[in-house]
């Protein structure tokens, strides 16, 4: 390992863009513009203007549908109201070990929803209906017992955290293994922006058996702003309240919509994350050459999974900041996002060289 | 009262500003300025950036304190946050009935704390030490008996939910009342800046003996933002832990907290709650000589009441929106905003007088 | 008031069995010898078992029903189980301030089920429609809008804790109140058995047109063991859940059914109750005569609220125990129970008469 | 598989104490002869009475602690009162996926403290220091970081739910893998009983370390009723709260407490506890022999856990029930109970093996 004086020394400047996380990125300007144009006066509070009517169609528009739209402040916030809204008091949610929900919301959903979440472990961080199946005991064995809590959500990520993307027909398999349970199925797609970029389909077609879908934009281009997308008519009013009750509900609503707005026209939600995609992509074939550094998958999102000696890891962190995913592996996360550029990644593999090679 | 056709004829165009709600104001021009500003590239995520360091700094400033500051996106998050981390599970709150935690965040308290609220009935939303003596069975009766929650927070709401603001010494009356019950003291500031324009006082004087502060912007001119002010350090990691459980920790902190830094320079926040105070004034002032028009009390803050005819009160709702606020005895609140002119004020009071002429 | 030395000279012994609370009184030995008798080898856990459709069988009977019964252990969680079954998150429930469940049970319907109590004043304790009405803000207009919780129970209490019983007219009054407003009627029956032996009525006549009731055994002569009666049947399968999750579901259930079974043979538990009934009139009428001793009302069930000068109450609680109901008027409660004698009355009335003389 | 018929000819009468839980036991006759000998005359309530007092003093003098002790009614209550007290709102409890808080309170932990289970798989039910050190990203990268939950309780049973018992060594190594991580130790014990008599210790070596202890009454002889021994003072305030709160505070405590008299007096909970282990290891020696029946692992307590081919399981519950553990590899649980009898294990034995020879 280099002391921080040599890395002053022998490293060029960081990269402009952190690759620590997609958070990390600013808004789009034509989001910001929106934003302050939506800024026109005063309007009615609570989502009742027409920013919000306007965004709300644009994105029914774009997952052909006539679900209810409802928008929040941040991740954590969607995902629970729409959750709220899918169980009683005795039902739990199955879902990937490693989701956002399961791992990164400080138990937000057992505080305010009251639920288990019964995390399965993933190779990769996708479920399939294998590992749904190995679960007889807990999942149908509990089915009417009073003693056990009720599976009633399968919870997806798509894409996961892990950086991959359920393929169509993986998405299909897993919505049948939770209908024929009486199961419904949610979907956190604070990226999902990023999937659809990589699958190359038509985004209605990734909410096809759906029921709720927390639509990311913080991650994609916005200030901040997730929608929650409620696809069975009869969780709305449930969902309405919660909304409420989650404290997600913005009295000045047209400002979130009127970035939804933004980031929905002309296809630039699928642009930036395509963008960021390509970012990852490039990042990937720059590092597989570097000797040290092995690749843990080929990306399919906007994240890098690899694995790097500690010292490597050391030394690369004083450069700039990133997240040690798996310290028992030494696995690495770099992140990129709409505002990563080439030059941010070309910098980011020489520092990686750098690093490796001085080992 | 008169039909829908009679209205559009008889009646002005409606002011711009509808007096429904503080909420339904736009944000102020340097604001969105300085959101825009903030959109400068990338920047570390969750608060750990010199916008928010800024921010908090000058809320230390304003209040002479070196109390922690944490951001959140609403008011009803705000409050859960800081009660929270003032609260253990056999904890209550003791607020006015009137107020907001109370009234109108759809049981978020007790939803997410699990807490209960004792509320108290004031004739005019403002508590005093007489009702918390009154009291004596709910609150220090219960002090250490097992059957009973254990009353912990005092909860204020300053200025109140009707439009009055606790002058200084019945703050320091309250304060008082609730330290030698060993109780903490929260106050919900949503309004707080109208409060202290009425008061003319010191900022740091209307916090002096308060636990927490939950600091409103959004009513004052803010896109959204709320500032949860920790006066009291022990508290400060349980409302970090909460603020994330309670889905308030704004991954992109720094557009909060460049909003606040707009807000609270050069005093732009007492001259914009001055302002909307000073409109509350005028409209009060012209109704008063209205003929079928009782103003309840003199407004102290942004908010108007009075009691009308119920045909009235049709009548003018259906010329522009508010809120009738107790329909028993028919009474109304009018509330005016930063962004209230005075010529909004005066085509209102034209409209209140055709109304009340028209019965 | 005259000091410990001196009540020891001057007072009788105190009475067998004190007035401080009908949860002193023992259990019936006609149940201790069912339990005793239930102990007849193994048997099949949680309810699958003879005595418990027995138990069942006989409350079904009672109440000329064929509503679905569960045991629980206790009182708080017999209310928690069923309000459990009929709320969803956004849902609050209406009841006296007075009522157990906001007063007496810590907070464990908030806690548990999350959802507000709008807990009304009444002078004696009752509800009536009246007060409801009253509550047109917070009950009628509410409904629909999220930024309020939704009232949907209107919780009873029959006999309430201030000793009276809703007339037969009087709770088909507050049912209606209930049913034009989309409510659902809980009735904590803790004290069931004394109403109706007051009322004199039918059973069967007191649970028309309620939902839930909680129906006690506790303070009638069992060991312990209430049963929470499901009159709806869309209601049975939340509550057999929420009984498991409330820790409500006896794991040896069979010790809590043919305790009831014995209580409700040959009219037992209508003997009991109207044995404690007739001790608290005999004590009141005794009292009567008592100068320096107000009664608050001809008592209904088993309590009797009376006024004594505060040196009273602090010479007479040196003697026996009993809880000053509310300081602020020098206002007690004495309680008699199925074990109350005659003799334990008159004991009693001996010790008022010796303390109000010696003031 | 052999036809119902066929079953009532070729078998004999089942055996008296069925081999499905140690919760069909009844109780034992001193414990019913105290329950009715504590039925005299009035107590006082809630605990307050000398048999609670002498039945403390029994537990602390069996554990040769001063720790103060609660009785509530079931195990899941004791469970959730004395995690309540160990845990703030962030915090998360560490424990083996077959816990009984994790799989069989039907999600009570989460509903009731809100709390997130982190629950680690584990071959044979018990935890081990190396399992913990494995979370390394979940329990000690957790650590202050508000994003995530903050491991702060491991919670271990003993007895564990799969038969097996922490060997002390084992205990004093997940005590300290616990206290390295400034964790507190909570023990459900609703087998404690059965681990002593195996390990054949003195109690107080298995409470060393220990926080919190759910002390079971239930499934070694009583009618219902289970204790909280807490063995940090700090903890007793907030715990006694807990209690009320959680609905598990009998009212009519001695009739609990009475009972656990009598099960501790003379060692009596330990022969009760040593009989039922004795049964548990005679049938494992008789199912030994039989071919087609494997047993998982020798015995430690009172459960054995054997894999039997599908139709011999059909036709063996067809004749006496008893619950399939694992149905993914034909696993069944068979416990015993201070009621089994010798009789009872030989005639079970009898039938296994003729449905063994039956296939």
Known sequence: MIGPDIVRLVFPDPPACSFASDNTAG??????????????????????????????????????????VLFAWGGTGANIVGLQAMLAPRDAIVCASSAHINVDECGAPERFLGAKLIDLDTPDGKLHPGLIEAEQVRIDGARGVVHHVQPRVLALTQATETGQV???????????????????????????????????????????????LSFGGTKNGLVHGEAIVLLRPDLVEAARFAQKQAAQLPSKMRYI??????????????????????????????????????????????????????????????WTPFYVWDPAINEVRWMTSWQTTEADVDRFLEGVAIAAGAV
Chains 1, 2, 3, 4 share one sequence.
Request: glycine fraction near 6%.
């Open 27 to 68: 808004a789009h300007p034509a989001v910001i513009e929106a934003l302050a144009a939506a800024n026109d006066g005063p309007a009615v509070a609570y989502g009742d203007d027409p920013w919000t009517t306007r965004a709300s169609d644009a994105i029914r528009a774009v997952f052909e549908t006539d679900a209810e």
């Open 166 to 212: 359920y393929s169509l027909a993986e998405l299909d398999a897993l919505i049948e293994a939770a209908r024929v349970r009486d199961m419904l199925v949610h979907v956190d797609g604070a990226r999902l922006a990023n999937a659809i970029s990589h699958l190359g389909c038509d985004p209605a077609r990734v909410v096809q058996g759906v029921d709720v």
């Open 257 to 318: 919509a009127a970035q939804f707005s933004a980031l929905l026209q002309d296809g630039r939600w699928l642009e930036l994350a395509g963008h960021a995609n390509a970012m990852a992509a490039r990042l990937a074939a720059g590092v597989d050459g570097i000797h040290g550094v092995d690749l843990r998958h080929r990306p399919q999102a906007n994240a890098v999974f690899a694995v790097l000696e500690p010292d490597v890891i050391d030394t690369l962190t004083r």
